[in-house]
């Protein structure tokens, strides 16, 4: 699954990077190594301009965690902020969304956390016996952003007029598969991710054949992933700094097992 991920790569290197033709400069974000649910976050995705037959491949910024365009609140989001690749094609939730509208959301590697096997003494200092859980970082092998596969949608807040700037909110979710084996002992589930030369691809919303949009849902091979293991301190949303994805050493690997 993906809960946490860290995002700093600026908005121009991105646009460069996933070939955007449309981008707001005034819709940016501050660099974030501890991006949580219900955060903004940038993403990538393609609209057919009225009348236009080209899609646009634009830059925006999103709400992570996917508010369905008939709920009656955006308080759903908390709970959607990840989509199963096996389900998205057939849940409510997410098929419409799956059909037209997908995009990628470009971080810099997402955590996860390791829960150990073995219990932990009781006590109000370790989390009253919870055993303790070591958060990793996972990342591309080659330095460049991860291309996270995700879903957007348009949730109409009928409290407002059409007109006011709090009318429509668009949210984003992250569509996760079985983990490769380098991540299967940390979790069972990872972020899908899209290689560059599957971008167009994914993000096409003119491409609506259910058989071939489920192809898509096929992870890269293995080898692009790399993780290590980092500090507790990314467990807490109000810990936000570049420390937070640094290895940890055998010096201060104190908490893996």
């Known amino acids: 699954m993906c809960g946490r991920f860290a995002s700093s790569t600026r908005p121009e290197d991105l646009v460069d990077l996933f070939g955007v033709r449309q981008w707001d400069p005034a819709e940016t974000l501050a660099p974030s190594w501890n991006v949580a649910p219900t955060n903004a976050a940038f993403a990538v995705l393609e609209r057919l301009p009225k009348g236009g037959r080209e899609p646009v491949r634009q830059l925006r910024v999103l709400r992570w965690g996917l508010v369905p365009a008939w709920s009656n609140s955006p308080e759903t989001a908390v ?4 989509a199963r690749a096996d389900t998205v094609h057939e849940k409510p939730a997410y098929r419409q969304a799956f059909a037209a509208r997908r995009c990628l959301l470009p971080v810099d590697g ?6 150990a096997k073995v219990p932990a003494p009781a006590g109000p200092e370790d989390g009253w016996g919870r055993p303790p859980r070591q958060p990793y970082f996972v990342s591309r092998v080659d330095g460049a952003p991860l291309a996270l596969a995700g879903l957007f949608e348009f949730w109409r807040n009928r409290q407002v007029p059409g007109d006011h700037p709090d009318a429509w909110l ?3 979710t992250v ?9 299967a002992p940390i979790h069972e589930r990872m972020p899908l991710f899209v290689d560059p030369d599957g971008y167009d691809a ?9 058989e071939e949009l489920r192809s898509l849902l096929r992870p890269p091979p293995p080898g692009r992933l790399r993780v290590h293991p980092v500090g507790a301190a990314v467990g807490n949303i109000r810990n936000n700094r570049a420390e937070l994805v640094r290895e940890l050493t055998e010096d201060d690997r104190t908490t893996l097992f």
Do not use: G, H, S
């Open 202 to 210: 994914w993000l096409d919303p003119r491409r609506d054949d259910p």
């Open 175 to 183: 569509v996760t598969t079985e983990a490769e084996p380098l991540l």
């Open 110 to 115: 997402y955590y996860e956390w390791q829960t």
């Open 170 to 172: 668009v949210t984003c």
């Open 79 to 82: 709970k959607m902020i990840n």
